[in-house]
Nanobody, 122 residues
């Protein structure tokens, strides 16, 4: 069983930045691809970014390309999401997930965190 705990969310003004972290409670963290997803009120959960086990592959949603950066530190069992130039439409609960492949399909991920709220004010 893998437990994932997100942190780093909060309230920020438009144009600002936040860095989300997701800590995994497993010694096999390096075996997993990691993804970030988000869900805004009244909307379905959507893909944000993903990274392969060795950071060799990263994938981004078009809506965040050039603004968000996913990275990981396998020694710390942690994946990060650096979010720059935040806009009100980025407001959502952000979830990290672990799975075998760095893909956009949420159904390919086996483990999920509880989420962290990001609110961007205009």
């Amino acid at each position: 069983q893998v437990q994932l705990v997100e942190s780093g969310g909060g309230l920020v003004q438009a144009g600002g930045s936040l860095r989300l972290s997701c800590a995994a409670s497993t010694r096999t963290f390096a075996n997993f691809a990691m993804g970030w997803f988000r869900q805004a009120p009244g909307k379905e959960r959507e893909f944000v970014a993903a990274i392969s086990w060795n950071s060799g592959k990263t994938v981004y949603a078009d809506s965040v390309k050039g603004r968000f950066t996913i990275s990981r530190d396998n020694a710390k069992n942690t994946v990060y999401l650096q979010m720059n130039s935040l806009q009100p439409e980025d407001t959502a609960v952000y979830y990290c997930a672990a799975g075998p492949f760095a893909v956009a399909d949420q159904y390919e991920y086996d483990y999920w965190g509880q989420g962290t709220q990001v609110t961007v004010s205009s």
